[in-house]
């Protein structure tokens, strides 16, 4: 501790209470709390410890700069908001890891085998309940309304195909009177403007949208 | 005195700040007990519709012939963050600028819509809707604003279609180049991710594991956002703008299944867009047919769609007249909030003004 900086010395003791308070916990949770843990157990405050001391460093550079001004809250706002930055930093760095990317898809991983019979059984069990009331089940109910949005998207492609057939057959109305003119548009830049993208005409389709 | 001096400083500082946190206390409990706040009040009609989609056109002045299309994100939000309140509002920016503003709203999807996919998105939704904005304005053009995930769509749409008269396109975050599209690259990488089995158990993505996939990209951002209501409760106007804020941002939407498969398959794991092997409806997406005048638009801070990724348009985009613009914020505050309405709005409608005369 120096003397010349009591804001220093402030803060060397919160961090070694931190640090105390940290290796009680450990010794809590049943980890060891000697410096170096044997092979294989993990030292969950060896992730923070970093963190903390460059928060500390953060703070006591700023005190050293400038001794602690009676504008308090702003300097314990702006500690608050570099320390969240450097453990926002951290944490980038961490999630950034393939090692990150793999737990995260093995944890996903096994959640989607718990939850697959889960939800399962759950869906049999809903549906044979509703089937004792006497009401349709949630897969009844889906499939209707899927069935509702298919007829919407037929009757919206027969809507296209009839726009269609009036535009042609505005086209060759024109062609018939004034002989010499398409009945197409020009857009400022020589492009063609057609009123009708994606219509039936432009629109390509796969064998499945004509199945449709 | 000095000492004497600073006493008395700090007294007074002690005091002030005692006020400020008392003020606070008052408005934490009047936030705690106000109603919501109404979100996206720019008047507004309905021009089409198709199962959950919407097409609004905007009120406005309409002192610009070619209408502007605004395309956003399908499913993850609804679109009110585009219209959050009165003077924080991307849309009545728009507006007020004398254009004639369409914004698509794909709606909240259900389990009936699982088999909607980024294809039928494409080719027959995209088509539809530009149709009817050229129909209801009048127009012979039309100008496109893809924002996020609107913007892989919607110039997929028009790399597809060069007939399609777009007088000019605007990429606002929007990832194109998904190699470099950050953390959600890597945790989707097909490494790591099994998209199918995903999909196969859960069927359409829950809006809670979007939430989470979310929020673990900036897992400290829920402290920062708190601390800075605390900091901010004395002012009013933030508090209002964080009210309206925290409405949307806890309105979380789920991906229809097959539209999710498609989009981390193509998309994330396939990199499909940049690498000229996309297609859509049996057709291939080639961005160099892309012709049209061009904007994109990069966050410095954007954790979702990274500057890097949304700026590969510029590279592989075939116009000629093509710019690039990095403004400060993150995806979000890109195109809502005060600084939006300083950096971004205006770069963006004044480029559009200079090209739509």
Known sequence: MTAQNPVQDAFEIWKKALEDGTQAWVRALGQTATPQPPPGAPDFSQFWRPILGQGMEIWQKAAAQGGVSPEFAQQWKAFLDQWIEVWSKALGQAMATEGFAQALGRYLDQSLTAQAPLRKGMEQYTDQALRTLGLPSRAQVVGLASQLVALEERIEGLEDRLDEIRRLLGQTTRATDRPGETGERRAPGGRRASRSPGGPAARPTTPSQEAR | ?357
């Open chain 2, 1 to 357: 005195m000095p000492e004497t001096r600073d006493a008395a400083e700090a007294v007074r500082s002690l005091a002030a700040e005692w006020t400020r946190t008392l003020t606070r206390a008052a408005h934490a409990l009047e936030l705690a007990a106000a109603p919501e706040p109404a979100i996206g009040l720019t008047p507004k009609q309905v021009v089409y519709r198709r199962n959950k989609a919407r097409l609004y056109r905007y009120e406005s002045p309409r002192t610009r012939a070619v209408p502007v299309l605004f395309v956003p994100n399908l499913g993850i939000s609804r679109p009110s963050i585009f219209d959050l309140q009165p003077g924080s509002s991307f849309v009545e920016h728009m507006c007020r600028s004398g254009f004639d503003f369409f914004l698509l709203d794909w709606g909240v999807y259900g389990e009936e819509d699982n088999g909607l996919t980024v294809d039928e998105c494409v080719t027959r939704l995209l088509p539809r809707v530009v149709r009817k904005v050229l129909e209801t304005s009048g127009a012979d053009e039309l100008a496109v604003i893809g924002y996020c995930m609107g913007a892989p769509l919607s110039v997929s749409f028009v790399a597809q279609h060069p007939e399609v008269p777009v007088r000019a396109y605007v990429n606002m975050a929007g990832p194109i180049d998904f190699a470099q599209a950050g953390l959600f690259a890597l945790w989707l990488d097909k490494r790591f991710y099994d998209v199918d089995r995903v999909v196969d158990t859960v069927g359409a993505i829950p809006a809670d594991w979007v939430k989470v996939g979310f929020k673990l990209l900036r897992p400290t951002m829920d402290v920062t956002t708190a601390l800075n209501l605390w900091w901010n409760l004395d002012n009013p106007r933030y508090v209002r703008g964080y009210q309206a804020l925290s409405r949307w941002a806890n309105d979380y939407v789920p991906f229809p299944a097959e539209f999710f498969r498609q989009w981390v398959k193509e998309f994330y794991q396939e990199n499909r867009l940049v690498q000229g092997t996309l297609r859509l409806g049996g057709q291939p997406v080639d961005l160099r047919r892309v012709r049209c005048p061009l904007l994109v638009v990069g966050a410095k801070e954007d954790y979702i769609a990274p500057p890097g990724c949304v700026r590969a348009l510029i590279d592989h985009a075939g116009s000629t007249d093509k710019s690039y613009v990095e403004l400060p914020g993150g995806h979000i505050s890109l195109i809502a909030g005060r600084s939006a309405s300083v950096h971004c709005w205006p770069r963006v409608s004044d480029w559009l003004a200079a090209r739509l005369r």
